[in-house]
């Protein structure tokens, strides 16, 4: 039985027209998702967002305290990272669209789409073949940096001139803080 779709007319209430309330299959009152639904989403949601927030603020300490690295520079790494992964989801949904993928929608009972054999080479691709490409392009740098016997003696040197600056700028703030403490301790007695 095929439906028609009728344009909602102005005045119109939205719940009762009748392409909203029955699928292209002719059934009525398809599923739709209730509020506890949403709450079960977000809470989900939450979940993911909480952990990838603790990894990153973990890394943020890392890079800042254990290697050093200025806050500024950490931030704008992660601003970058986090424009990179906006790219890449709008490069995958051009190539999910282009491949003419076709998503199953729970609400409509028995949709059940075919895929062609065009869009399972495209999936195929996407999570194959592209991916594999790109790990092999992200060899070619390598093959260029040189990185021979007096080149790492140079970055030892000058890594282990840099953790002496810094131990020496702990070992002077340790001593503030003991002078600091001392004076605390003399206020009390």
């Known amino acids: 039985m095929d439906s028609q779709i009728v344009p909602i007319e102005n005045g119109q209430d939205i719940n009762q027209h009748q392409s909203l309330n029955s699928d ?6 398809p599923k739709v998702l209730k509020n506890k ?3 079960f989403f977000s809470v989900a949601q939450f979940d993911s967002s909480a952990i ?16 050093g690295i200025p806050a500024v520079q950490v931030g704008t790494m992660f ?10 989801d709008f490069v995958l949904m051009f190539l999910l669209v282009f491949f003419g993928f076709s998503q199953a929608l729970p609400f409509f009972n028995q949709h059940q789409p075919i895929q062609s054999d065009f869009t399972k080479l495209g999936m195929f691709a996407i999570y194959t073949i592209i991916p594999a490409s790109l790990n092999l392009a992200s060899i070619v740098p390598i093959l260029f940096y040189r ?9 030892h040197k000058r890594l282990e001139e840099k953790r002496a600056v810094r131990e020496t700028k ?10 600091v403490q001392s004076q605390i301790d003399t206020c009390n007695s």
């Open 24 to 29: 292209n299959f002719g059934n009525s009152n």
């Open 52 to 67: 990838s927030g603790l990894v990153q603020g973990y890394m943020i300490f890392f890079y800042t305290v254990c290697v």
């Open 79 to 88: 601003l970058i990272a986090k424009i990179l992964a906006g790219l890449k």
């Open 37 to 39: 639904d949403y709450v």
């Open 170 to 179: 702990n070992s002077e703030a340790n001593i503030g803080d003991i002078e």
């Open 147 to 155: 990185l021979s016997g007096k080149r790492m003696a140079e970055i």
